[in-house]
């Protein structure tokens, strides 16, 4: 089953109904309901011409072709289920009609059709998700063989150590110096005189890049220059340190509360209202942090994956302190300002 686009921001097919002549496609689309807690969701389509268009532009060629077969051979009375299986409609249940999400209570004798509905979108997910890391490792085997370094299966070698060897850390038997030279500037055979290149920052092209893959083209940004990080003027803010192998702050992912908001409800695919309404509190709700939180972790991955540099990892969202980033104020020449599209928000990236 090939899965388009990233698990949080794409609706997978997951069952075609024919009641009476009307034809209804059910997706499955992972909601944030808590913080990194993702709930599969199941939303409907109606209508043969909207079913066939969603499926042709979703990228599933097989399933609108198949879908249009079904439909041409229906009948107007027909009440029909199929189920979306590795590419194809396999005749399935016909159970009762299903909410966008699972009801607090539910009548008599319905709890093993709901059950069964809830295990079916799970499993989609799962494949969806085993699909989608297959992809990465692919991605990854696919650098480590460009740039001629040896892996591991299924492994990213860690970054490397450059701390050299103390004294009281060799055998005492050992010699590695001749006489007459401190045992400190001893350099093990092999190992690198220089330090690892430090985090590069990827262009804003390839921001948007991410940023449409995870969220969509609603989540365009531009450059803007010069990079002017002032956490007084802009108001409240939040970050998402980026550290190394051995936790040390070397950049961060800086978003102010209207990128946030932005940023964070397009990947919960909130309605223009829903936003309006964060828009109009003090701080945005814990959904749309957690949701933005996710935002950050993509771009993470997105400086991994940009050429060269060191590899980092990202810490959760967090509120930003008076005071806690003064580097970054000073960091200008090394650091990225992108304004969101019809001037939403701001989001910076540092490197320390």
């Known amino acids: 089953m090939s899965i388009a686009g990233d698990l949080l921001t794409t609706a997978t097919p997951a069952r075609l109904l024919c009641r009476r002549g009307t034809w209804l496609l059910e997706l499955v689309k992972l909601v944030p309901v808590d913080r990194n807690v993702f709930q599969p969701r199941v939303q409907r389509l109606e209508g043969a011409e909207a079913v066939l268009q969603h499926l042709k532009r979703s990228g599933d060629p097989a399933l609108a072709a198949a879908a249009g077969q079904l439909m041409r051979a229906a009948r107007s009375d027909d009440e029909r289920a199929f189920d979306a299986v590795d590419g194809d409609w396999v005749p399935g249940e016909l159970g009762p009609r299903r909410d966008g999400h699972r009801p607090s209570s539910m009548p008599p004798g319905s709890s093993h059709a709901g059950e069964m509905a809830e295990l079916r979108a799970e499993l989609l997910v799962l494949r969806a998700s085993h699909e989608r890391l297959r992809e990465r490792v692919q991605r990854l085997e696919a650098q480590w063989n460009a740039a001629g370094r040896a892996r591991d299966v299924l492994s990213v070698p860690p970054t490397p150590s450059f701390v050299m060897p103390k004294a009281s850390d060799l055998p005492q038997a050992a010699h590695f110096a ?14 690198p005189s220089l330090p690892p290149t430090g985090l590069r920052l990827p262009p804003v092209a390839t921001i948007n890049e991410s940023l449409h893959a995870l969220i969509g083209d609603q989540a365009s940004v531009r450059e803007k ?20 192998d051995e936790g040390h702050d070397v950049g961060a992912i800086v978003a102010d509360r209207a990128a946030t ?47 060269g540099g060191l590899q980092v990892r990202v810490k959760p969202l967090e509120l930003l302190a008076p005071g806690s980033l003064d580097w970054a104020e000073k960091a200008a020449c090394r650091g990225l300002s992108c304004e969101l599209q019809d001037s939403a928000g701001l989001l910076f990236l540092f490197a320390r």
Not at 178 to 191: D, F, I, K, N, Q
Not at 273 to 284: M, S
């Open 178 to 191: 001749p006489a007459g030279h401190s045992p400190t500037a001893t350099r093990v055979s092999g190992e």
């Open 261 to 307: 908001i932005a940023l964070g409800g397009a990947l919960m695919a909130l309605p223009e209202h829903e936003i309006e309404a964060q828009r109009a509190l003090a701080t945005p709700s814990d959904d749309i942090v957690s949701a933005m939180s996710e935002v950050a972790n993509n771009l993470c991955e997105t400086i991994n994956q940009h050429a």
């Open 225 to 244: 220059r010069p990079v002017l990080f002032s956490p007084d003027s802009l108001g409240p803010c939040w970050v998402s340190r980026l550290i190394d």
